[in-house]
Protein backbone atom coordinates (compact mmCIF):
# COMPACT_ATOMS: atom_id res chain seq x y z
CA UNK A 1 0.00 0.00 0.00
CA UNK A 2 2.47 2.42 0.63
CA UNK A 3 4.25 1.80 -2.86
CA UNK A 4 0.73 2.31 -4.74
CA UNK A 5 0.34 5.63 -2.44
CA UNK A 6 3.49 6.77 -3.42
CA UNK A 7 2.88 5.89 -7.49
CA UNK A 8 -0.46 7.65 -6.88
CA UNK A 9 1.18 10.60 -5.50
CA UNK A 10 4.24 10.71 -7.79
CA UNK A 11 2.56 10.36 -10.78
CA UNK A 12 0.05 12.90 -11.54
CA UNK A 13 2.53 15.10 -9.75
CA UNK A 14 5.27 14.44 -12.00
CA UNK A 15 2.99 14.81 -14.91
CA UNK A 16 1.68 18.31 -13.97
CA UNK A 17 5.05 19.32 -13.15
CA UNK A 18 6.34 18.30 -16.75
CA UNK A 19 3.33 20.50 -17.98
CA UNK A 20 4.12 23.28 -16.07
CA UNK A 21 7.57 23.24 -17.29
CA UNK A 22 6.79 22.86 -20.74
CA UNK A 23 4.45 25.91 -20.49
CA UNK A 24 6.86 27.78 -18.91
CA UNK A 25 9.24 27.15 -21.73
CA UNK A 26 6.90 28.32 -24.47
CA UNK A 27 6.77 24.90 -26.18
CA UNK A 28 3.65 23.00 -24.76
CA UNK A 29 4.91 19.81 -27.09
CA UNK A 30 7.75 19.37 -24.87
CA UNK A 31 5.37 18.13 -22.24
CA UNK A 32 4.89 14.56 -23.69
CA UNK A 33 8.50 14.17 -24.49
CA UNK A 34 9.22 15.15 -20.63
CA UNK A 35 6.66 12.55 -19.18
CA UNK A 36 8.20 9.98 -21.13
CA UNK A 37 11.51 10.73 -20.19
CA UNK A 38 11.09 11.00 -16.62
CA UNK A 39 8.63 7.66 -16.62
CA UNK A 40 11.50 5.87 -18.51
CA UNK A 41 13.68 6.66 -16.03
CA UNK A 42 11.12 5.88 -13.19
CA UNK A 43 10.83 2.83 -14.69
CA UNK A 44 14.38 2.14 -14.81
CA UNK A 45 14.88 3.05 -11.12
CA UNK A 46 12.39 0.78 -10.24
CA UNK A 47 13.66 -2.13 -12.38
CA UNK A 48 16.91 -1.75 -11.01
CA UNK A 49 15.52 -1.87 -6.98
CA UNK A 50 13.63 -5.09 -7.76
CA UNK A 51 16.50 -7.03 -9.33
CA UNK A 52 18.83 -5.58 -6.78
CA UNK A 53 16.46 -7.01 -3.81
CA UNK A 54 14.71 -10.20 -5.38
CA UNK A 55 16.30 -13.07 -3.60
CA UNK A 56 18.64 -15.29 -6.05
CA UNK A 57 17.04 -17.99 -4.80
CA UNK A 58 13.76 -16.80 -5.60
CA UNK A 59 11.40 -20.19 -5.81
CA UNK A 60 9.83 -20.43 -9.40
CA UNK A 61 5.60 -20.11 -9.93
CA UNK A 62 4.31 -23.16 -9.56
CA UNK A 63 1.22 -24.17 -11.58
CA UNK A 64 -2.25 -23.09 -10.22
CA UNK A 65 -3.66 -25.26 -8.11
CA UNK A 66 -6.50 -28.21 -8.91
CA UNK A 67 -8.86 -26.53 -6.89
CA UNK A 68 -9.99 -24.26 -10.32
CA UNK A 69 -8.24 -25.43 -13.19
CA UNK A 70 -8.25 -29.25 -12.45
CA UNK A 71 -10.71 -31.89 -11.77
CA UNK A 72 -11.41 -30.62 -8.18
CA UNK A 73 -13.12 -28.12 -9.42
CA UNK A 74 -16.92 -26.95 -8.02
CA UNK A 75 -19.73 -24.46 -8.46
CA UNK A 76 -18.96 -23.20 -4.87
CA UNK A 77 -15.36 -22.32 -5.93
CA UNK A 78 -15.99 -20.90 -9.28
CA UNK A 79 -18.44 -18.60 -7.54
CA UNK A 80 -16.29 -17.74 -4.27
CA UNK A 81 -13.49 -16.57 -7.84
CA UNK A 82 -15.81 -14.86 -9.24
CA UNK A 83 -16.57 -12.29 -6.10
CA UNK A 84 -12.99 -11.84 -6.13
CA UNK A 85 -13.00 -11.23 -9.99
CA UNK A 86 -16.33 -8.99 -10.10
CA UNK A 87 -15.50 -6.92 -6.47
CA UNK A 88 -11.90 -5.94 -7.54
CA UNK A 89 -12.79 -5.11 -10.87
CA UNK A 90 -15.62 -2.76 -9.85
CA UNK A 91 -13.48 -1.34 -7.03
CA UNK A 92 -10.66 -0.01 -9.51
CA UNK A 93 -13.28 0.47 -11.90
CA UNK A 94 -14.51 2.83 -9.71
CA UNK A 95 -11.56 4.82 -8.50
CA UNK A 96 -9.50 4.92 -11.78
CA UNK A 97 -12.82 6.07 -13.77
CA UNK A 98 -12.89 9.21 -11.19
CA UNK A 99 -9.60 9.54 -11.60
CA UNK A 100 -9.55 9.85 -15.40
CA UNK A 101 -12.66 11.49 -15.45
CA UNK A 102 -11.75 14.07 -12.54
CA UNK A 103 -9.00 16.11 -14.35
CA UNK A 104 -11.33 16.31 -17.11
CA UNK A 105 -13.82 18.11 -15.22
CA UNK A 106 -11.51 20.62 -12.95
CA UNK A 107 -9.11 21.15 -16.32
CA UNK A 108 -12.21 22.06 -18.48
CA UNK A 109 -15.20 22.48 -16.86
CA UNK A 110 -14.00 24.08 -14.23
CA UNK A 111 -11.01 25.38 -15.99
CA UNK A 112 -8.19 24.18 -13.50
CA UNK A 113 -5.90 24.25 -16.20
CA UNK A 114 -4.34 21.01 -16.57
CA UNK A 115 -1.86 21.24 -13.84
CA UNK A 116 -4.15 22.19 -11.11
CA UNK A 117 -6.00 19.54 -11.64
CA UNK A 118 -2.64 17.16 -11.33
CA UNK A 119 -1.61 18.02 -8.09
CA UNK A 120 -5.18 17.54 -6.78
CA UNK A 121 -4.97 14.42 -7.56
CA UNK A 122 -1.39 13.56 -6.41
CA UNK A 123 -3.16 15.14 -3.17
CA UNK A 124 -5.75 12.67 -3.40
CA UNK A 125 -3.17 9.79 -3.68
CA UNK A 126 -1.13 10.93 -0.56
CA UNK A 127 -5.04 11.17 1.15
CA UNK A 128 -5.71 7.94 -0.20
CA UNK A 129 -2.36 6.40 1.59
CA UNK A 130 -2.75 8.32 4.76
CA UNK A 131 -6.42 7.00 4.89
CA UNK A 132 -5.15 3.44 4.44
CA UNK A 133 -2.36 3.85 7.32
CA UNK A 134 -5.09 4.72 9.31
CA UNK A 135 -7.32 2.14 8.87
CA UNK A 136 -4.93 -0.31 9.08
CA UNK A 137 -4.05 0.82 12.88
CA UNK A 138 -7.59 0.34 14.18
CA UNK A 139 -9.41 -1.91 11.37
CA UNK A 140 -12.04 -2.31 13.79
CA UNK A 141 -13.06 1.30 14.50
CA UNK A 142 -16.17 1.02 12.42
CA UNK A 143 -17.39 -2.61 13.41
CA UNK A 144 -16.94 -5.76 12.06
CA UNK A 145 -16.24 -6.05 8.24
CA UNK A 146 -19.44 -6.13 7.07
CA UNK A 147 -20.63 -2.99 9.07
CA UNK A 148 -17.62 -1.55 7.62
CA UNK A 149 -18.33 -1.72 4.40
CA UNK A 150 -22.52 -0.78 4.82
CA UNK A 151 -21.04 2.34 6.07
CA UNK A 152 -18.77 2.88 3.40
CA UNK A 153 -21.51 2.36 0.76
CA UNK A 154 -23.60 4.67 2.35
CA UNK A 155 -20.56 7.32 2.53
CA UNK A 156 -20.05 6.36 -1.52
CA UNK A 157 -23.37 6.73 -2.22
CA UNK A 158 -24.22 10.46 -0.62
CA UNK A 159 -20.48 11.79 -2.33
CA UNK A 160 -21.66 10.53 -5.63
CA UNK A 161 -25.04 12.42 -4.93
CA UNK A 162 -23.17 15.88 -4.39
CA UNK A 163 -21.32 15.05 -7.82
CA UNK A 164 -23.93 15.65 -9.89
CA UNK A 165 -24.51 19.67 -10.61
CA UNK A 166 -26.16 22.31 -12.56
CA UNK A 167 -24.07 22.65 -15.94
CA UNK A 168 -24.73 25.87 -16.56
CA UNK A 169 -24.07 27.80 -13.07
CA UNK A 170 -21.81 31.09 -13.41
CA UNK A 171 -20.37 33.31 -11.05
CA UNK A 172 -20.29 32.45 -7.19
CA UNK A 173 -22.35 29.36 -7.55
CA UNK A 174 -19.79 27.91 -10.46
CA UNK A 175 -16.91 28.24 -7.24
CA UNK A 176 -19.64 26.90 -5.12
CA UNK A 177 -20.01 23.76 -7.26
CA UNK A 178 -16.25 23.37 -7.97
CA UNK A 179 -15.42 23.36 -4.15
CA UNK A 180 -18.34 20.67 -3.57
CA UNK A 181 -17.02 18.53 -6.57
CA UNK A 182 -13.51 18.44 -4.68
CA UNK A 183 -14.98 17.74 -1.40
CA UNK A 184 -17.20 15.05 -2.63
CA UNK A 185 -14.59 13.55 -4.62
CA UNK A 186 -12.37 13.26 -1.58
CA UNK A 187 -15.12 11.77 0.22
CA UNK A 188 -16.10 9.14 -2.38
CA UNK A 189 -11.95 8.58 -3.12
CA UNK A 190 -11.27 7.65 0.41
CA UNK A 191 -14.40 5.80 1.08
CA UNK A 192 -13.97 3.75 -2.15
CA UNK A 193 -9.99 3.07 -1.15
CA UNK A 194 -11.15 1.82 2.39
CA UNK A 195 -13.73 -0.94 1.16
CA UNK A 196 -10.85 -2.91 -0.02
CA UNK A 197 -10.01 -3.93 3.03
CA UNK A 198 -12.90 -5.43 4.83
CA UNK A 199 -13.95 -6.79 1.24
CA UNK A 200 -10.49 -8.55 1.07
CA UNK A 201 -11.29 -10.15 4.54
CA UNK A 202 -15.00 -11.55 3.64
CA UNK A 203 -13.49 -12.86 0.54
CA UNK A 204 -10.64 -14.56 2.30
CA UNK A 205 -13.22 -16.27 4.69
CA UNK A 206 -14.95 -17.91 1.78
CA UNK A 207 -11.97 -19.11 0.19
CA UNK A 208 -10.19 -20.77 2.70
CA UNK A 209 -10.39 -23.93 0.38
CA UNK A 210 -9.56 -22.38 -2.63
CA UNK A 211 -5.79 -22.37 -3.17
CA UNK A 212 -4.42 -18.57 -2.84
CA UNK A 213 -2.85 -18.33 -5.97
CA UNK A 214 -6.10 -19.14 -7.54
CA UNK A 215 -7.45 -15.84 -5.74
CA UNK A 216 -4.78 -13.50 -6.12
CA UNK A 217 -5.11 -14.89 -9.93
CA UNK A 218 -8.45 -13.74 -9.99
CA UNK A 219 -8.31 -10.34 -8.41
CA UNK A 220 -5.19 -9.39 -10.30
CA UNK A 221 -7.11 -9.86 -13.85
CA UNK A 222 -10.01 -8.01 -12.19
CA UNK A 223 -7.73 -5.26 -11.40
CA UNK A 224 -6.04 -4.82 -14.86
CA UNK A 225 -8.80 -5.49 -16.81
CA UNK A 226 -10.78 -2.50 -14.69
CA UNK A 227 -6.93 -0.42 -15.97
CA UNK A 228 -8.35 -1.20 -19.33
CA UNK A 229 -12.45 -1.01 -19.48
CA UNK A 230 -12.68 2.49 -16.83
CA UNK A 231 -10.45 5.25 -19.12
CA UNK A 232 -12.40 3.69 -22.28
CA UNK A 233 -15.52 3.78 -20.42
CA UNK A 234 -15.51 7.08 -18.30
CA UNK A 235 -14.39 8.89 -20.92
CA UNK A 236 -16.53 7.91 -24.12
CA UNK A 237 -19.52 8.17 -21.62
CA UNK A 238 -18.17 11.75 -20.92
CA UNK A 239 -17.19 13.06 -24.31
CA UNK A 240 -18.99 11.04 -27.12
CA UNK A 241 -22.77 10.86 -24.81
CA UNK A 242 -22.52 13.61 -22.70
CA UNK A 243 -20.47 16.85 -24.39
CA UNK A 244 -18.49 18.98 -22.47
CA UNK A 245 -21.01 21.04 -20.83
CA UNK A 246 -22.46 17.67 -19.54
CA UNK A 247 -18.61 15.94 -18.45
CA UNK A 248 -19.64 16.18 -14.78
CA UNK A 249 -22.71 14.85 -14.91
CA UNK A 250 -21.72 12.37 -16.76
CA UNK A 251 -18.88 11.40 -14.71
CA UNK A 252 -21.45 11.13 -11.71
CA UNK A 253 -24.00 8.80 -13.45
CA UNK A 254 -21.12 6.41 -14.39
CA UNK A 255 -19.55 6.40 -10.65
CA UNK A 256 -23.28 5.67 -9.76
CA UNK A 257 -23.65 2.48 -11.75
CA UNK A 258 -20.09 1.37 -11.01
CA UNK A 259 -21.18 1.76 -7.28
CA UNK A 260 -24.78 -0.10 -7.70
CA UNK A 261 -22.54 -2.90 -9.47
CA UNK A 262 -20.31 -2.80 -6.20
CA UNK A 263 -22.90 -2.94 -3.62
CA UNK A 264 -24.07 -6.03 -5.20
CA UNK A 265 -21.35 -8.23 -5.01
CA UNK A 266 -20.61 -6.99 -1.49
CA UNK A 267 -24.23 -7.74 -0.44
CA UNK A 268 -23.52 -11.23 -2.42
CA UNK A 269 -20.12 -11.67 -0.47
CA UNK A 270 -20.94 -10.71 2.78
CA UNK A 271 -24.65 -11.42 2.93
CA UNK A 272 -27.04 -10.09 6.15
CA UNK A 273 -30.14 -7.77 5.54
CA UNK A 274 -28.07 -4.19 5.26
CA UNK A 275 -25.76 -4.98 2.57
CA UNK A 276 -28.91 -6.38 0.96
CA UNK A 277 -30.61 -2.93 1.34
CA UNK A 278 -28.07 -1.25 0.21
CA UNK A 279 -27.75 -3.33 -2.87
CA UNK A 280 -31.46 -3.24 -3.71
CA UNK A 281 -31.22 0.53 -3.32
CA UNK A 282 -28.61 0.84 -5.60
CA UNK A 283 -29.76 -1.68 -8.46
CA UNK A 284 -32.73 1.17 -8.37
CA UNK A 285 -30.96 3.56 -8.43
CA UNK A 286 -29.00 2.39 -11.28
CA UNK A 287 -32.75 1.57 -13.38
CA UNK A 288 -33.74 5.02 -13.20
CA UNK A 289 -30.39 6.52 -14.29
CA UNK A 290 -30.27 4.13 -17.16
CA UNK A 291 -34.10 5.45 -17.34
CA UNK A 292 -33.27 9.02 -17.46
CA UNK A 293 -30.63 8.29 -19.65
CA UNK A 294 -32.22 6.44 -22.69
CA UNK A 295 -36.10 8.38 -22.55
CA UNK A 296 -35.83 11.95 -24.49
CA UNK A 297 -39.02 13.10 -22.46
CA UNK A 298 -37.39 13.75 -19.38
CA UNK A 299 -33.44 14.93 -20.86
CA UNK A 300 -32.28 11.66 -21.97
CA UNK A 301 -30.29 11.92 -25.43
CA UNK A 302 -32.32 8.37 -26.97
CA UNK A 303 -31.38 4.83 -26.82
CA UNK A 304 -29.36 5.38 -30.35
CA UNK A 305 -26.60 6.84 -27.76
CA UNK A 306 -26.51 4.12 -26.41
CA UNK A 307 -22.74 2.36 -26.45
Known amino acids: QGFVGFGLTAGPAVSATCVAVAIRIGDENLRDALGAFFMTVWGLVVGGIVYAYCPPDAVAPQPPSPYFWGAARTPEHYAALAEVFFGNFVRIFQRLGWEVGAVVVLADHYQWGTVAAGYVLSLFGALQALAQYAFSQKPRALGTAKRTIVIMELVE ?50 TREIAFDDVLLCAQYGIFLAFVAAPIGIRASMGDVAGPAGNQNALAACLLCGWSAQAV ?43
Open 157 to 206: ACAIACLFTRSGATGPLRSFLSAVFVLASAVFYLANCLTAAPFNELVLRR
Open 265 to 307: VNAVNGGGPALVVVASLGAATTMIVIWAMLDPSVGGTGASNTF
